[in-house]
């Protein structure tokens, strides 16, 4: 398989190509198909593996004259070495048409294709790239590389087990945790009140529940971490498409951030962003912890309160659930009927022993 790379590059000697630069092409191909890749294999793009394949490998077997052309051919027929190239190509088509990205196109991916085709053309003025493969050919220009570099494909989510060792790695600023696996480190937000429970299982292997963001080392606890002594790995569960109520929630938490003091009242203060943060990723992980079980016509709803912070209230049935995001945890109300069943403060744990018991009606945490 070959792909020519046709760079024009006008004010630059026409016919070459500077050493640098022909290192700098030869240094950022290597990482953009590895890149591309691992995502095809739907591998992680920060460990450095690609599971039991080897990585795609390729020469250089041509430099022609002219507006410079480099020819590169794989060193094997095998089909991820001919996708390590072209994935990118077609979401480029289908962005180049719609502004969107395609499924499964990774944010590591496409930026590392990004930087590479930046490299490549630098500050030359109309400068660009046609690549050539198969009788087609796609021209990449610096508009185009800025794309790639700046792309926010839209996330592939999973519901994943995770069993790996535990890593503390921020308290002050933004309180994070890493879970450490043989395919994937995943960090963690370090969430309000769950502190006590990480803190006493540092550096042991545990298990963990968690959302994750596909292609990314990013991950959202919605289960219990526990200690165990089985073999660390990654177990997806389930893929996860989040429905019509997720969205239309984030939108209001997103219109919440505009509030001003005195939005409901001289005593009402504007809507804490971190509790907004945690307002959001809380709807997502009730829905990845309990998707199967919601029922259609019900779902949590968010909205604010004087204080800054965030509530949902939830009603299935006779059974109504009032929860306030607060910096600490969570301020649970859970009523049947007329009967209030629990009123104080509530961990994650204990908030989802009770949303568990709103959906099915059975076991009311005691």
Not at 125 to 152: C, I, P, Q, S
Request: charged share 25%.
């Amino acid at each position: 398989m070959e792909f020519q790379f046709r760079l024009v590059l006008p004010g630059e000697p026409e016919g070459q190509i500077g050493l640098g630069r022909l290192l700098q092409f030869a240094r950022e191909f290597q990482v953009a198909t590895f890149r591309s890749a691992q995502a095809e294999l739907n591998i992680p793009a920060f460990r450095r593996k690609l599971g039991d394949e080897p990585r795609p490998q390729y020469r250089l077997i041509r430099l022609d004259a002219g507006s410079v052309r480099l020819t590169v051919a794989s060193v094997d027929e095998r089909e991820i070495s001919r996708l390590a190239v072209t994935r990118h190509l077609t979401a480029l088509t289908r962005y180049d048409a719609e502004r969107v990205w395609p499924a499964r196109m990774y944010q590591g991916e496409l930026q590392a294709w990004g930087a590479f085709y930046t490299d490549i053309l630098a500050d030359t003025e109309h400068a660009y790239v046609e690549v050539g493969f198969d009788g087609a050919t796609h021209r990449v220009n610096k508009v185009l590389a800025t794309a790639l570099t700046e792309a926010r494909p839209v996330p592939q989510r999973q519901r994943i087990t995770c069993i790996g060792t535990l890593h503390m790695i921020e308290i002050e600023k933004r309180p994070r945790f890493r879970v450490d696996t043989e395919e994937v480190d995943l960090v963690f937000e370090l969430q309000e009140g769950t502190m006590p429970i990480v803190d006493p299982l540092r550096w042991q292997r545990v298990k963990v529940e968690a959302l994750w963001e596909v292609g990314t080392n990013r991950a959202q606890l919605i289960g219990n971490i526990e200690p165990t002594q089985e073999p660390a790995g990654v177990t997806v569960e389930e893929d996860i498409t989040f429905p019509k109520w997720i969205e239309e929630q984030e939108q209001r938490l997103r219109d919440l951030s505009v509030l001003k003091v005195g939005w409901n009242g001289p005593k009402s203060q504007t809507v804490n962003p971190a509790i907004a943060r945690s307002a959001t990723e809380l709807s997502r992980r009730i829905y990845a912890r309990f998707s199967s079980q919601i029922p259609q016509d019900s779902s949590p709803y968010f909205f604010p309160n004087d204080e800054g912070n965030v509530e949902f209230e939830w009603q299935v049935g006779p059974r109504f659930l009032l929860a306030e995001v607060v910096p600490n945890g969570y301020d649970l109300l859970a009523a049947r009927d007329r009967d209030t069943l629990y009123e104080g403060e509530a961990s994650q744990n204990l908030l989802f022993d009770w949303i568990r018991w709103l959906l099915t009606g059975e076991g009311q945490p005691t």
